[in-house]
């Protein structure tokens, strides 16, 4: 939605409410430094009666713990308990260079801002003594408050993670993990993380929505569109960060894939963006995307479900929204298929 429908709200909801119909489980709202993640589910929440709504991400550290939790708060009675919240550390580039607040910590941060959340959904007194926010603040005249609204159940608390450490706390804190850059054939560089993480803390990999985003598009010409795809790979390993700190980049290379993402990165930085979108491996492409017709996509559903995948975060391809609407009705078909096997 937040890509293909952002300029036209009546498609984004008219999508949603056809994923509703066909029993998607769930629709997510981004932001990178264009329009905001949360609200566009406040307008949906009004429009849909069952699809659970999450932020895929917010921005950590851009707002208040408090303040995300009185969002939470807010789209959980709004929606009659179906908020999700996905939080993620973004990238010092967006973060420093577009909100002005400090990258460093993030990862801690985040972790101490799904505590205060959940103390705040759950109508306790903030209290809190971490090492990035301390409630009240020492010193001055604030005082402990709960929540003049009435307590709520605290949303699922999902974590956007990519590097080792960002995974392991996921595995510590979070009540699922959102997935990008993730190939199922190297799932354990990011699931040995989460599990490492969650085991201790006393908790199971088995107790976290593992959920891996993955583009959809049903075609007869593979070869063209997976050459398409790899194109489009290049401004996520060039651009989606500088040359130090390109968190995503950073996660095709711990899965093998560092010398085409290296080089990808350094024709882009230096200019040469064309020739960096041609050096992308298409099977790159067809490792991230589900490409081709109906048996090649159930294929590659098998996969990440044998990888221990529990939830795909389908981005599906079309055109216009009739065609998206279409592709999302025969994934879904696909989707029974395999629920049907299992």
């Known amino acids: 939605m937040h890509r293909d429908g952002i300029h036209d709200w009546d498609s984004a909801v008219r999508y949603a409410q056809e994923a509703e119909r066909l029993g998607v489980y769930s629709f997510w709202s981004a932001e990178a430094w264009g329009h905001d993640g949360i609200t566009p589910l406040a307008y949906l929440a009004g429009k849909t009666e069952t699809i659970k709504l999450g932020t895929g991400i917010i921005q950590g550290g851009t707002r208040s713990p408090a303040l995300v939790g009185m969002t939470a708060m807010t789209l959980q009675s709004m929606s009659g308990g179906r908020f999700l919240l996905g939080l993620g550390t973004s990238g010092p580039q967006v973060v420093e260079g577009w909100h002005g607040v400090p990258f ?3 990862v801690s941060r ?9 103390m705040v959904c759950s109508g306790e007194r903030l209290v809190y003594n971490g090492r990035h926010y301390t409630l009240p603040l020492p010193g001055g005249e604030g005082k402990a408050i709960r929540s003049g609204a009435p307590p709520t159940e605290p949303p699922a608390v999902y974590f956007a993670s990519l590097g080792p450490n960002s995974l392991r706390m996921c595995g510590e ?3 699922g993990w959102l997935g990008t850059s993730f190939i199922p054939e190297t799932a354990d560089v990011f699931f040995d993380d989460i599990r490492a993480g969650a085991e201790s803390a006393g908790r199971s990999l088995d107790e976290i929505d593992l959920e ?3 583009g959809i598009e049903f075609t007869d010409d593979v070869e063209e569109a997976a050459a398409r795809h790899a194109r489009g790979i290049a401004f996520t390993l060039g651009a989606m960060g500088s040359a130090k ?3 995503y980049n950073d996660a095709f290379c711990r899965q093998g894939w560092a010398d ?3 080089e990808v990165q350094r024709l882009w930085i230096s200019g040469e963006r064309d020739l960096a ?3 992308v491996p298409v099977e790159l492409a067809l490792k991230v995307n589900m490409i081709g017709n109906d048996a090649d996509v159930l294929e590659r559903l098998r996969v990440y479900r044998d990888a221990g995948v529990d939830t795909i975060r389908a981005g599906i ?3 216009t929204v009739n065609d998206r609407i279409a592709n999302l009705e025969r994934f879904m078909h696909l989707v029974g298929e395999l629920n049907a096997e299992a």
Not at 110 to 118: F, H, P
């Open 104 to 106: 460093a910590g993030a």
């Open 110 to 118: 985040l972790a101490e801002t799904a505590d205060i959340v959940r």
């Open 173 to 175: 804190v979070a009540d």
């Open 212 to 214: 891996a985003a993955a």
């Open 245 to 247: 700190t390109n968190f």
């Open 260 to 262: 085409a993402a290296k």
């Open 277 to 279: 979108r041609e050096r």
């Open 317 to 319: 391809a079309g055109d």
